[in-house]
Every structure is written in structure tokens, then in C-alpha cells.
């Protein structure tokens, strides 16, 4: 009999069939056993299967006779897998970005290699120890040996240092006739070992293109390239630089020529420049530019070379031209215009204007009046020239010998000055004794300061005189004048009339004040009322000095006018004593204060 040969178990058989055989013809059985290994299955017959390495015993019995021989086979296990190693971590950078992994074992078996990654990226050798990876990730080595089929794995991990640095070229800019140059400037918040570099298709750049600074005098894009030394890692940004230098179109207008009447010219430049802010200054080297030298239309007086210069505010760039104003050619020399002597009068309404205008003049040129500034109506020739009506007229000088040579016309103004007035008196008729208010309502159409001057008929010593309202007493019916005139002595009339009814029975009154300026009015201080016979007054002033007195006066006497021996008395407080006889011959006294002044 025979067990069959010794077999090994792998990593790729991991189970196997026993085959056992026998030159014994007949009933046979079969019986295997192993101390050490595991039958799986057909333990009974001439080839179980088996799953573990071990001695695996047979025995065979010749059922017709009983007897048995046995025999054993070794089953051994090779499962052994290699050792692996993926290799040292390591790192892709923008200057790394493929590198070759190196995978290895140091078994002397026949090795096969297969790489794999989910995160990754293999380039080529996936099936080699030293595969080509240009993505991070976590790389796993299987090894796997030929001859048992069993294999080992290891990882590496494949990291990334591609960080592009932080970085910024600034706003657009544009170069100007006033900038001319404009300083770039690279900024970055990348920390460590960082370098520049300025590059341009179109512009220039001056200096050292490896800073972060640079001066530009040239439109264009200007790329900065900012690059991390430690990773080779790079990263760019743009600005661009424009160029506004377009100066306005400008036209100084043609050449002029002086006014020969005015001896000045107005010039004429313009431009087509549609810019809101724009900036004209007009220069002369021997000419003289009399108003507007700001403007395109300045006012000149004298011949010469004018340049205008137009600026463009918004980029600063300025165009220039010029043009050339000549003399006129003087055909005659106009005569300065007359001297008016007297050029504004004023004559009263109702009055005709009696003065005529006076004006002077240079020898050689007589004088005409109009009655317009220019053209009109020719209304007198010489020197002097009456006008009635009011209006503005003038007068212009002319050369005797050339009628178109002619000066400008001077102005003269009639004015017609108006004084309005109204005069009322409230009340319009009183009781001897009671006051009345003359209010009077007056203007000038050109007066500017009235005067007042108050009449009355009969003679009211009460009415005081200059203000355009009087408070009077007048002891009869009286007629009250008004004359108001202004400063160029024209003048209004007025007049109301006061009735005063005088009691039937006696009545005594004495004024509190009076003035002996011998203006007419409240002249002298006596006392007056109704059916008064004669009166017996006493004045004494402050000291008790007796000033004044008149006994058994007559009603119609003057009273005091403020003397005493022919001497004018002080100003101020006097006491009085007055006894009256009235007509029916009853007496009656009366006292009190009366205050001078003047």
C-alpha cells in the first residue's frame, strides 16, 4: 500500500486530496487519522480532504482475511508571506509635483508588487516597487509571494505643500498729463521666503523687475509674480496702467483788429472739448487784456499777441494758440463825450422847468442832444439845452468838420418831484377849554426830508409849529394852514377848520407851560376861558421872587413873556397867583405852576 507523496499547504491551496493506492485486489477499507491535522472530509476512502498541515496515517484491512497495512504522509505548510515596505512618507510640491514611491521586502522569494490609493493618483509602476504618484494621498504596497501565493501590505502617506502665496497688484491706475508716473506696488500676506517678479507684454519696466516696488511711465498690464522659495510655489495678479493725455482741441479764433470807437476787442476762441471742468487763462506779451482773461471771449485794449491756454482739469493737460489783434485803422479820433455841468434836475409838479443843461466840451466839436442813447431824435445843438418835460436825455460831442466822428452821449435826467398832503383835525369842533389833534399825512415822490410849517387864523398861541401833528386849544373858531415842502422846494397846502363853542358861563384856564421864543405861538402866559373882565396875576420864580405882575388887566392883555426888568428869566418853574373879574362881576382866584421854556 501507499499513503501517496508528501504534499506542503499554502496561502493559494489551502486545502488538498490525499490519494492513497494499494495492489491489493479485493474487500478493501480504508481508514486515515492524523494526530496534528484536520480531515475535512473522507476519512473512509482512498483520498480524503484535509485543510491542515500534519502526519496524516492510513491504514488498509483486507476485509476476507482481516489483515491491514498502514502507511503515512506528511502534509507541511508554507504560508510564510514577504515582509513589505512602502516607504518613507513624503511630500509633493509645486517644484515635486510626480515623485517615484520605493516600495521593498527583503524576502528572496519571486515577489510580485501591486500599488493602490482611493485619494490619489498613480501615474505609471502600479505593478512595480516604485510607482509614479503627482497627488496626495495614502498609497498602500501589497507584496505577494510567487511560490505560496501569500502577500503583505504597507502604506505611505503622500502629503502636499502647493499653497499659492497671498497676492495683490493694487487698483488700476492712469497716467495723466499731471501724473506722469505712477508707483506699482506688489503686496502679500505670505510670510517666509518670498521673491518678486514684474513682467509687461505692452509697457516698459524700468529698474529692477524684482522688486515690489516699481515706477511706471508707460500705459500697460503689469503682471506680479509672487513666488514661495520654499515650495516653488507661484502666484500672479494684474494692474493696469491707461494713459489719459488728450489734450482739448482749442482754437484761439481768427486775428481782430481794434474798435477804432471803442479802441478794444472782444476775442472769440472755442472748443469742441466736452469736459465740464476745463480751465482758460489767456497771457499777452505786449498787448492788454482789459477784463475776462478767464473766459473765451476776454475784452482787449491793446494791439499785440494773444495766446489762450485751455486746460483739461480732470488729466491736467493743456492745448495752446494764439492770435494777433491789430490798431484800427483810424478814420478819426472820437472826441471824448461832453461834461454835463448839471446833468440831474428836479422841477415841481404843476411848475415848468425853467434851467437848462449846461455841457462842455473839447475845442474842434459841437454839442447835440437827443433824446435816446442811441439814434433818436436830434432836439437842440450847443452848449446849453432847456428841456419841460421830465425824461432822460443826451448829449454827444461831434467833430465840426466830420460828422461821423463822434464821441459816446452822456446821460442827463429830469426828474417831476410831487408833494401830496392831507391835514384833519379831530375832533372838528370842540368846547372852549378842550384840545385838538391836527394830524397831517404827507410824501414826496422824490423828497426825502419834509418840513412843516402850521398858520393860524386867528392867532392860536397853543399851536406849536414843525411836526407833522399839533395839539391845540384854541380859544375861538380858527383856520388851520399847512405847508409842507421837501429838500428840492416844492410844496402842498392844506387846511381844516376847528369850531369852538364858548360856554354861556364863566370859564377860567391857564396852560401849564409856555414858550417865549417869539415864534407866534404860546408867546406869553396869561390866563384865558369865557366872560373873563380883567385879571389880577402874580408870578414869582423859584426863589419866591416876585417876576411878573398885572393888575386889573384888561382880558385881551398880553400876560408874561418870560422877563423880568427886560432881562430873559431862566428856564424852569414859576408859581402863579391870579384873581379874575368876569363880566357879571363874581371874582375868582386860582394858583398853581407854570413851566418856561424855550
Known amino acids: 500500500m501507499d499513503a501517496g507523496e508528501d504534499q506542503t499547504l499554502t496561502c493559494n491551496t489551502t486545502s488538498l486530496t490525499l490519494s492513497a493506492s494499494s495492489t491489493t485486489v479485493g474487500d478493501l477499507s480504508y481508514e486515515w487519522t492524523s494526530p496534528d491535522g484536520n480531515i475535512v472530509s473522507g476519512s473512509d476512502t482512498p483520498t480524503p480532504s484535509i485543510d491542515a498541515a500534519g502526519t496524516y496515517n ?357 426828474s417831476e418831484d410831487a408833494v401830496n398832503l392831507s391835514v384833519e383835525a379831530t375832533p372838528g369842533t370842540i368846547t372852549l377849554g378842550e384840545s385838538v389833534i391836527l394830524n397831517a399825512s404827507a410824501s414826496a415822490s422824490l423828497g426825502l426830508t419834509l418840513n412843516y410849517d402850521w398858520t393860524a387864523t386867528p392867532t392860536d398861541e397853543s399851536l406849536t409849529n414843525g411836526e407833522s401833528t399839533a395839539n391845540v386849544s384854541p380859544l375861538n373858531s380858527t383856520s388851520y394852514t399847512l405847508i409842507v415842502s421837501d429838500e428840492f422846494g416844492c410844496t402842498a397846502t392844506a387846511t381844516t377848520d376847528v369850531e369852538v363853542i364858548v360856554p354861556t358861563e364863566n370859564v377860567l384856564l391857564f396852560p401849564n407851560v409856555f414858550s417865549p421864543n417869539y415864534d407866534g405861538v404860546n408867546d406869553h402866559f396869561r390866563p384865558e376861558g369865557a366872560n373873563i373882565a380883567s385879571y389880577d396875576l402874580h408870578i414869582r420864580n423859584r426863589w419866591g421872587q416876585e417876576v411878573y405882575r398885572s393888575q386889573n388887566a384888561a382880558s385881551s392883555a398880553l400876560g408874561w413873556d418870560g422877563s423880568f426888568k427886560g432881562k430873559v428869566q431862566e428856564l424852569g418853574v414859576y408859581v402863579y397867583y391870579c384873581t379874575v373879574t368876569y363880566t357879571d362881576g363874581t371874582q375868582e382866584q386860582q394858583k398853581g405852576n407854570v413851566i418856561l421854556k424855550r
Do not use: H, K
Not at 502665496?165 to 506722469?180: F, H, I, K, N, R
Open 58 to 414: 492510513l491504514t488498509i484491512t483486507n476485509n476476507t482475511n482481516g489483515c491491514s497495512a498502514t502507511d503515512a504522509v506528511v502534509v507541511s505548510l508554507n504560508n510564510t508571506a514577504p515582509d513589505t515596505n512602502a516607504g518613507a512618507d513624503a511630500v509633493l510640491t509645486c517644484a515635486l509635483t510626480e515623485l517615484v514611491l520605493n516600495g521593498s521586502s527583503s524576502s528572496t522569494a519571486t515577489l510580485s508588487y501591486s500599488w493602490s490609493t482611493t485619494d490619489g493618483n498613480i501615474v505609471s509602476g502600479a505593478d512595480t516597487a516604485t510607482p509614479s504618484v503627482n497627488a496626495a494621498g495614502t498609497y498602500t504596497l501589497t507584496i505577494t509571494d510567487d511560490a505560496n501565493g501569500c502577500s503583505n501590505t504597507d502604506e505611505v502617506l503622500i502629503t502636499a505643500d502647493a499653497d499659492l502665496p497671498d497676492v495683490d497688484a493694487g487698483e488700476d491706475v492712469e497716467l495723466t498729463c499731471l501724473l506722469t508716473a505712477v508707483d506699482l506696488t506688489a503686496m502679500s500676506t505670505t510670510l517666509g521666503d518670498v521673491s518678486f517678479e514684474w513682467t509687461t507684454l505692452d509697457g516698459v519696466i524700468p529698474g529692477d523687475p524684482t522688486s515690489p516696488f516699481i515706477s511706471v511711465s508707460t500705459p500697460g498690464n503689469y503682471v506680479i509674480t509672487i513666488t514661495d522659495n520654499e515650495t516653488a510655489c507661484s502666484n500672479s495678479d494684474n494692474v493696469t496702467v491707461t494713459e489719459n493725455t488728450i489734450a482739448p482741441d482749442l482754437s484761439a479764433g481768427a486775428d481782430m483788429e481794434l474798435d477804432c470807437t471803442s479802441l478794444e476787442a472782444t476775442l472769440d476762441a472755442s472748443t469742441s472739448a466736452t469736459s465740464t471742468d476745463l480751465s482758460i487763462s489767456w497771457s499777452t506779451t505786449d498787448g492788454a487784456i482789459l477784463s475776462g482773461g478767464d473766459s473765451f471771449t476776454p475784452i482787449v485794449n491793446l494791439a499785440g499777441t494773444y495766446t489762450i491756454t485751455l486746460t483739461d482739469n480732470t488729466n491736467g493737460c493743456s492745448t495752446s494758440d494764439e492770435l494777433v489783434v491789430t490798431d484800427c485803422i483810424v478814420s478819426c479820433v472820437n472826441p471824448p463825450a461832453p461834461l454835463l455841468l448839471n446833468s440831474d434836475l428836479v422841477f415841481c409838479t404843476g411848475e415848468l422847468n425853467t434851467t437848462s443843461f449846461e455841457a462842455t466840451t473839447i475845442a474842434g466839436t459841437i454839442v447835440n442832444w437827443y433824446d435816446a442813447e442811441v439814434g433818436g431824435n436830434l432836439l437842440g445843438t450847443g452848449e446849453t439845452f432847456l428841456a419841460t418835460e421830465a425824461g432822460t436825455y443826451w448829449a454827444e460831442a461831434v467833430q465840426a468838420d466830420d460828422p461821423d466822428c463822434f464821441s459816446e452821449r452822456a446821460a442827463f435826467i429830469i
